[in-house]
């Protein structure tokens, strides 16, 4: 079993959608099934909605998973297990308090070492934690022994018992912190393999001594995905940067299919550069991912985008640009030529369809045919409809021509007139206004 595991706290980010993709082609590739979790028990950073949202997009990517379900439903699951190791000695109360705690780091900042709790808490008797009645933290004891964790990208890595340090599992309020929850709902859902972001590689060997602490033995193979990096200031591509999101990504007018081929073509080793996720599916090797950060280029994903949009079906094509007509579907495809995007096709049609005024250029010649063309008869071929134009309003060469196009498209450059008019011949009455 594979999962994914968002946390409902920003719009998702494509390093995110990216580790969504990989499990989704592991999983198909592994034949073992994906499920969804939401990890919602950091009340203060969840924003409302959000879950949905990233349900949303996985739908939109077509990644499939056989359940979703909300990380704080298993509560009451996490409280138990968290009794099970106080109860066999192996976590402890802690009533250590936030300024403490605090002083410690600062202490162990200004000596240039870094922070570890001190276990002042761990050699509490039972009696002053039984008649202490303030709040408490549950800490898990630090391990005895190394710990060691393959990552399947960059080998085998060994923490000792210090690296691991005695780390708060339930907060004062009864909930469990990000390691705990992580680490019991892997158990509890029977995860092999977790494909995640680099920044959680140094959670794993703490997740890993919660398990083994708690007596599960099975083996979870770990893969954690490099950070992707913004190409300019070369620091990971944080929410400031628009492209890291994948909703500014589609509402830019980036196709899903596209968006994915990228991401997956990203900084690994790939037989093809244009392809889509059931084909990736059939030959992805995720050994081939570099550990090196890669860079987002989104001049690269613009001509990965204009590439899908050259194979793909007219029909389709035209209904994401709101019509029904294989014909409007052709004829954003000739604008490839110019533009890269939905979003700037979607201008290109919008200036076509819209109402043309021009008051520099041209000016008497263009209304000079739009009345022209308005009472003209139905023309199936472009050379007869210009001729019929040329010879009513008495203009040739150039200023029958700019103008010409002008009425047609709304614009004073682009595509030849002959490619785009037996895609627009059907449409003259609502164009030439
Ligand atoms: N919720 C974590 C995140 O969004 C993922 C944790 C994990 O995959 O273990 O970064």
Redesign the pocket.
């Given at each position: 079993m594979l999962?994914?595991?968002?946390?409902p706290?920003g719009d998702m980010h494509i390093g995110?959608l990216r580790?969504a993709l990989f499990n989704h082609i592991l999983s198909k590739q592994l034949k073992e099934d994906l499920i969804i979790r939401i990890?919602d028990t950091d009340k203060e950073r969840n924003i409302e909605g959000k879950d949905k949202e990233i349900l949303e997009m996985l739908s939109l990517f077509n990644i499939e998973y056989k359940i979703a379900h909300y990380q704080s439903d298993n509560l009451k699951y996490h409280q138990k297990m968290a009794m099970q190791l106080l109860m066999q000695k192996k976590a402890f109360a802690c009533f250590c308090s936030d300024e403490r705690l605090e002083m410690q780091r600062e202490n162990a900042k200004d000596s240039g070492k870094p922070y570890r709790y001190d276990s002042f808490c761990e050699k509490l008797t039972d009696d002053e934690v039984i008649n202490n009645e303030s709040g408490f933290t549950i800490r898990i004891k630090k391990p005895e022994h190394n710990i060691k964790c393959t990552d399947e990208l960059r080998g085998e890595f060994d923490y000792n018992p210090f690296d691991v340090d005695s780390f708060i599992i339930m907060r004062k309020d009864k909930t469990p912190t990000?390691n705990f929850a992580?680490a019991v709902d892997?158990m509890l859902y029977d995860i092999s393999l977790?494909i995640?972001?680099e920044?959680?590689l140094s959670?794993t060997p703490k997740?890993k001594h919660i398990r083994e602490s708690l007596g599960y033995t099975k083996e979870i193979k770990y893969l954690h995905l490099p950070i992707i990096l913004n190409a300019q200031t070369g620091k990971k591509m944080s929410k400031r940067d628009n492209a890291s999101s994948v909703k500014w990504l589609i509402e830019e007018g980036f196709l899903p299919i596209a968006i994915a081929n990228y991401l997956v073509l990203l900084g690994s080793k790939t037989p093809k550069e244009i392809f889509t996720i059931e084909e990736a599916i059939e030959w992805f090797d995720i050994k081939n991912i570099s550990t090196n950060a890669p860079k987002f280029d989104i001049d690269k994903l613009r001509f990965i985008n204009k590439e899908h949009l050259k194979i793909i079906d007219e029909m389709r094509l035209s209904k994401i640009l709101g019509f029904a007509d294989e014909d409007i579907g052709k004829l954003a495809k000739i604008y490839l030529e110019e533009a890269s995007t939905i979003k700037e096709i979607k201008t290109k049609l919008d200036a076509i369809f819209g109402t043309k005024h021009t008051s520099e250029d041209y000016v008497s010649e263009v209304e000079h045919i739009k009345k022209c063309a308005q009472n003209a008869p139905f023309f199936d071929s472009y050379d007869d409809f210009k001729n019929y134009i040329s010879t009513q309003c008495g203009l040739k060469g150039k200023s029958l021509f700019m103008p010409l196009r002008f009425c047609l498209t709304g614009a004073w450059h682009g595509p030849n007139l002959s490619d785009i008019y037996p895609y627009i011949k059907n449409y003259l009455g609502e164009i030439i206004k």
């Open positions: 999962r994914f595991a968002p946390s706290t995110n580790v990890e990000y992580c892997d977790v995640r972001g920044d959680h959670n997740q």
